[in-house]
């Protein structure tokens, strides 16, 4: 079956770096897309990786090992409006989207 | 650009009634349009996807007569929940892509059964 891990919930300071982890098992691999989501909206788009290696974009940077089955956001100078829950999401062999269960971020002042 | 709409943001409806939800692409056509439902606390989970002028295809445990979907234009999808329940309560988002494969998402939809 296709598995997306990452962790349900994660606590950082403001102004300190968080790296958050998702794994994967999926039939095919075509990307995979970073996500944030705050409370009762519609996630936003914040990173697509499909080759390996890191991605920067800003405070916001994303990492994919397609060996590994694995990838990271890493999330730094945290801000109190990073609270979030990140998802993270895998485009299958079909291109359909398979999503983790999303990762709650609490930042703490 | 690459705008996503849906209406309304919130409805509150009786148990028994019917739903209806618009999601529409704004400033591009739109090939491919999904339909998602997440409860609180939860990942989203993919309802069904719709091509223009196709039957939707459905997640299993989906019921296709439950929540009519409707791509009757490359910029229009709507879902109606019929004979809503109050187990229907829930965040509905649309998303829609192009040829490319980012999906992009609308505000989503809150739905409330009483």
């Known amino acids: 079956g296709q598995n997306i891990d990452q962790p349900t919930e994660m606590t950082a300071t403001e102004g300190a770096i968080v790296q958050i982890n998702c794994t994967y098992q999926?039939?095919?691999?075509?990307?995979l897309f970073w996500y944030q989501q705050h409370a009762g909206e519609a996630p936003t788009f914040l990173s697509y990786?499909?080759l390996d290696g890191l991605e920067e974009k800003g405070r916001f940077s994303s990492f994919l090992s397609r060996s590994k089955g694995y990838s990271y956001l890493l999330l730094k100078e945290l801000q109190m409006k990073d609270s979030a829950s990140y998802l993270c999401?895998?485009?299958?062999?079909?291109?359909?989207?398979?999503w983790g269960a999303g990762t709650k971020l609490i930042i703490k002042p | 650009g690459a705008v996503v709409s849906q209406h309304p943001s919130r409805v509150i409806c009786k148990s028994g009634t019917s739903v209806k939800i618009e999601c529409r692409s704004l400033?591009?056509?739109?090939?491919?349009m999904f339909w998602y439902r997440q409860f609180p606390k939860q990942s989203l989970m993919l309802m069904a996807t719709?091509?223009?002028?196709?039957?939707?295809?459905?997640e299993q445990g989906v019921e296709k007569d439950k929540f009519l979907i409707n791509h009757a234009s490359l910029t229009l999808s709507t879902l109606t929940v019929t004979s809503a329940h109050p187990e229907d309560s829930s965040f509905y988002i649309c998303?829609?892509?192009?040829?490319?494969?980012?999906?992009?998402f609308g505000p989503g939809t809150r739905l409330t059964v009483t």
């Open positions: 998303s829609a892509k192009t040829g490319s494969v980012e999906q992009y």
């Open positions: 400033d591009f056509q739109a090939t491919t």
């Open positions: 719709s091509n223009e002028g196709s039957k939707a295809t459905y």
């Open positions: 999926t039939s095919g691999f075509n990307g």
């Open positions: 990786n499909v």
């Open positions: 999401a895998v485009v299958d062999s079909n291109y359909q989207l398979i």
